[in-house]
């Protein structure tokens, strides 16, 4: 990857990640407060309408969204293809869902899901085409955008709307409502900024195409969200609403840094490997290099987050969801394994191996239900070890062929994950010999305090290790931020000198 282009990956990155950390703040925020005020069992009955939602972002972001962005070529009339075919396709969806969601009601045991159903599978169609439309924008390099007013639009979604109407005691139709709005809010956006030539209809002569391209990704993508909500739709069939609630708030945190650091690192390695597509070589360092920072980066976020469970828990959703701690600790444990895939099969979609990557998906989806389901009569903490090895062995399965693809060493991947390891073992054995009372301190202070002497642990580690215990591309990664902080310092120099001068 050329240093111009390497740039313009890291700046695209950078400002999807700004995004998305501070929707994630909103979403922690709008959550600790929305916790106090529902019950488990209202997070539970939302958690399965939220599994039918998913099912579209599988489809419509994952299937013609990466269409839009893998095609070499494209036009007015392709793109206005395939978003009218999204829409109508989703629309068509909206009325299966209306049809089924008495049976849905029924098969989760829980009163009134058919009616929340009907009502938030309008934002299918939302959905659909507002991701078609980013995806347009990601094509162009547009990620600056994208961030701004995605945040715009979650903060009133989920603040005013969601919180306004818990207050008001609406229950669990205050999530409900909340994410409708956000939809609406985004689709309305994203038609406004991508310039979609929505005037335009569907052209038979680019039908084809479209399926051509999308058949296989969304086969993959609805595979993959088989296997995502899998552990949620298990615990919700065979424990109950209450049960749900515990277990798919501690599959939310997780998800919450997934959304936030390795979902956007994935939209913009996609188009950066699709470019690469002639090249195996560039290719493979570029996938290189991606491991070499993304691994120790999600290994030390999971040691700091384990360490802190309990902390966390009650910070975010309070003393009524202390079981959600050791759930949440365990599904950390595979956060290198659920975010790194994204940098696998980001390879292998880009170089339109969609076929092996439905495969791998069928196969993680077919153990993500069988492992939750065998351990769904030993309770939910046992559902989240099921869920753990079963994102663990479709990490390796996609890391090994993504490797193959491109000629990358194994012996360079393992010794990347090793160090990693070394690194988040350390910060972790620090960070919980503090919370865990080494200082006469209080439950909330010896958090915060243990908290901070991780993070510092972990800054330490990247400013100070040596080469060979770091690794090149982290050093190189050091060099950079050391520049960007010592260019910020001059400049605040300069103008709070001539300020002084003045």
């Given at each position: ?189 994203a038609l406004f900024l991508a310039k979609m030539p929505y005037h335009r209809f569907i052209q038979r002569q680019h039908i084809g195409h479209v399926f051509a391209t999308s058949g ?208 988040a073992g350390l910060i972790f054995l620090i960070d919980s010999v503090v919370t865990a009372g080494i200082l006469p301190l209080s439950f909330f202070v010896a958090n915060v305090v ?53």
């Amino acid at each position: 990857m050329s240093k111009g282009k390497g740039e313009a990956v890291m700046g695209g990155m950078r400002w999807l990640a700004i995004g998305k950390l501070v929707s994630m703040a909103i979403s922690f925020v709008t959550t600790a407060v929305l916790a106090r005020l529902l019950t488990p069992y209202d997070f539970g009955v939302m958690a399965v309408v939220l599994l039918v939602i998913a099912l579209s972002n599988a489809i419509f972001e994952g299937a013609f969204g990466m269409g839009v962005t893998i095609k070499k070529d494209i036009d007015e009339g392709y793109i206005a293809t395939t978003f009218w075919l999204s829409v109508i396709l989703s629309a068509i969806l909206v009325g299966v869902l209306w049809v089924i969601s008495p049976w849905l009601e029924g098969f989760f045991h829980m009163p009134h899901l058919a009616d929340i159903i009907r009502f938030t599978s309008t934002s299918l169609v939302f959905n659909a085409a507002s991701n078609v439309s980013y995806s347009l924008m990601r094509r162009s390099g547009q990620f600056r955008t994208i961030a701004i007013y995605q945040v715009g639009c979650s903060l009133i979604g989920y603040g005013p709307v969601s919180i306004g109407l818990a207050l008001m005691g609406y229950g669990v139709w205050a999530l409900a409502v909340g994410q409708v709005a956000v939809a609406v809010l985004t689709s309305v956006a994203a038609l406004f900024l991508a310039k979609m030539p929505y005037h335009r209809f569907i052209q038979r002569q680019h039908i084809g195409h479209v399926f051509a391209t999308s058949g296989f990704l969304t086969v993959s993508q609805i595979l993959n969200w088989a296997a995502l909500t899998g552990s949620n739709s298990v615990v919700g069939r065979m424990l109950g609403a209450t049960q749900l609630g515990l277990y798919s708030r501690g599959w939310k945190l997780l998800d919450l840094v997934t959304t936030v650091s390795a979902q956007p690192m994935s939209e913009v390695l996609f188009p950066a490997f699709a470019r690469m597509q002639d090249d195996p070589e560039r290719a493979r360092k570029a996938l290189e290099r991606a491991l070499a920072v993304a691994v120790p980066f999600f290994a030390t976020i999971a040691a700091l987050t384990i360490a802190q469970s309990q902390f966390i828990v009650w910070v975010s959703l309070g003393p009524k969801w202390a079981d959600t701690a050791v759930i949440m600790s365990i599904l950390f444990l595979a956060l290198v394994p659920r975010c790194c895939y994204k940098v696998s099969e980001s390879v292998t979609v880009a170089f339109q191996r969609s076929g092996s990557a439905a495969l791998r998906q069928g196969l993680y989806a077919a153990a993500m239900i069988g492992f939750s389901a065998l351990a769904a009569p030993h309770g939910p903490v046992w559902v989240a070890v099921g869920a753990s090895l079963a994102v663990t062995i479709f990490y390796l399965s996609s890391l090994a062929y993504a490797m193959r693809l491109v000629g990358l060493s194994f012996l360079r991947v393992i010794e990347v994950h090793i160090r990693a390891a070394i690194l988040a073992g350390l910060i972790f054995l620090i960070d919980s010999v503090v919370t865990a009372g080494i200082l006469p301190l209080s439950f909330f202070v010896a958090n915060v305090v243990g908290g901070m002497i991780g993070l510092g642990v972990a800054a330490a580690l990247f400013l100070y290790l040596p080469a060979h215990l770091l690794g090149e591309a982290l050093i190189d990664l050091r060099a950079q931020v050391i520049a960007k902080t010592a260019g910020i310092r001059t400049k605040l120099l300069r103008k709070f000198g001539r300020q002084g001068a003045d």
